[in-house]
């Protein structure tokens, strides 16, 4: 192994244990079912079914279901290092997902 992977592999480490933090925050506090999934360079918990949040760095992103006059995705972010902060911000878009899903406007 080397040097540079190692120490790829000790900083994910954090983002990781991290991650886990976020998804028991999600299912104690809010009732969310969250899944873990740790890469080389990115961790992801998958919220629901439908809901992606990208860590890497010290931030947590995902994205807010809207685009900005250009077409890009805007994106909401929290730090890593507040998994209860993060936790109340996700599961209100979370929810925001279920209800657009329950008026039948489609998959957003």
Do not use: C, F
Request: no cysteine; net charge negative.
């Amino acid at each position: 192994m080397t040097a540079l992977y190692a120490s790829l592999i000790a900083d994910l480490q954090p983002q990781t244990e991290a991650a886990e933090q976020l998804r028991d925050e999600l299912a104690t506090a809010h009732g969310i079912t969250a899944a873990v999934h740790a890469m080389e360079d990115v961790t992801v918990v998958m919220v629901g079914e439908r809901l992606a949040v990208w860590g890497y760095g010290n931030r947590w992103r995902w994205w807010t279901g809207q685009t900005n006059s250009h077409g890009k995705w805007l994106y909401d972010q929290a730090v890593i290092s507040n998994p209860s902060a993060a936790a109340r911000l996700i599961a209100a878009r979370h929810t925001e997902l279920i209800a657009s899903q329950s008026e039948g406007s489609g998959r957003r």
